[in-house]
């Protein structure tokens, strides 16, 4: 099964399109394991077996592993994943970009190593530091076209003087996506949920690529005008919250705390997708 149809699969299983972001740090764990790095896979993992029944996908941060030398504990939590939740796919959030030789390498540790089904990739390089995640044909290759963050205006707004057409950078981006780059129906792009208009412009320039949407939760994102301007039934959305599920209690009840947020807000962005019919 390739990553789209394991999507399309976990999308209709759990009934849903919510994405929990596996972002662990350790200063937020709940009591006695509050600033312990030898915990991350415990709290991870008590977290996706809390809610492993109402997620699309989970998607991990390589940083929040590698900057506590736990390394081993994400291999360890892929594993768990995959065994507790094989019908969930899982985007190793990792954004590499580098030359070919390199980026052969990072295809290695996100597929072969992790046993991801997809990763975040930066396409400011160009599609041949895309092209060995290809390689990998049941993988997805999720490249950053118009982010979450305030400065992602700084590049991804700016008009191409050189296309016909002057598109913006991000609009560029998606066209590409969906046409010359995706050559084995591989890629998906990330929009931020912190720009509904934006998302909507790419659903229109890329109707068939699944969108990793970040940007609800705790950057403010809203959920239903997200789900309104890329949900459709071409292609799946993948809406990302990470910090309001993970912390939502700090207390020895942050798995069942993270439970109910996660109902939350699938069911707003459930409701979002089926408006009730007057
Ligand atoms: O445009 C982007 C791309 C990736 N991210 C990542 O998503 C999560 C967001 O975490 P929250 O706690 O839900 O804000 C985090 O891992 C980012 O690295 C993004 O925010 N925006």
Redesign the pocket.
Same mark, same amino acid.
């Given at each position: 099964m390739n990553f789209i149809q394991q999507l399309r699969q976990a999308e209709s299983l759990n009934d849903s399109l919510l994405c929990v *972001?596996l972002?662990p740090e350790p200063a937020k764990f709940p009591g006695s394991w509050k600033g312990d790095a030898g915990r991350i896979y415990d709290f991870c993992a008590a977290i996706v077996d809390a809610t492993k029944d109402l997620v699309i996908a989970f %998607?991990p941060?390589i940083a929040y592993f590698a900057a506590h030398r736990a390394e081993s504990q994400l291999e360890q939590l892929m594993a768990h994943i995959k065994r507790v939740a094989p019908h969930v796919p899982v985007i190793l959030?990792a %954004?590499r970009g580098d030359i070919g030789s390199t980026a052969e390498q990072y295809a290695k540790e996100a597929f072969e190593r992790y046993q991801a089904d997809a990763v975040?990739l930066s396409p400011f390089m160009g599609f041949d530091t895309i092209e060995p995640y290809l390689r990998y044909p049941d993988k997805g290759a999720i490249l950053?076209c118009r982010? /979450?963050?305030p400065g *992602?205006s700084d590049w991804q707004n700016q008009r191409l003087a050189d296309v016909p057409g002057q598109p913006k950078l991000y609009e560029h981006l998606a066209r590409l996506a969906q046409t010359d780059w995706n050559k084995n129906g591989q890629l998906g792009l @990330?929009v *931020?949920a912190t720009f509904p208009a934006e998302i909507a412009r790419v659903r229109e320039l890329a109707p068939t690529l699944p969108l990793l949407i970040?940007? @609800? *939760?705790?950057?403010g994102g809203d959920a239903e005008a997200t789900v309104q301007a890329g949900w459709g039934p071409t292609a799946p959305i993948i809406v990302?919250? /990470?910090?309001?599920v993970l912390y939502a209690s700090s207390g020895d009840d942050f798995a069942a705390a993270a439970r109910r947020v996660a109902m939350q807000t699938r069911a707003q962005l459930n409701l979002a997708r089926k408006p009730s019919k007057p």
């Open positions: *972001g972002d %998607k941060q959030d %954004k975040t950053l982010t /979450s963050n *992602g @990330v *931020g970040p940007g @609800v *939760g705790a950057q990302s919250s /990470s910090r309001a």
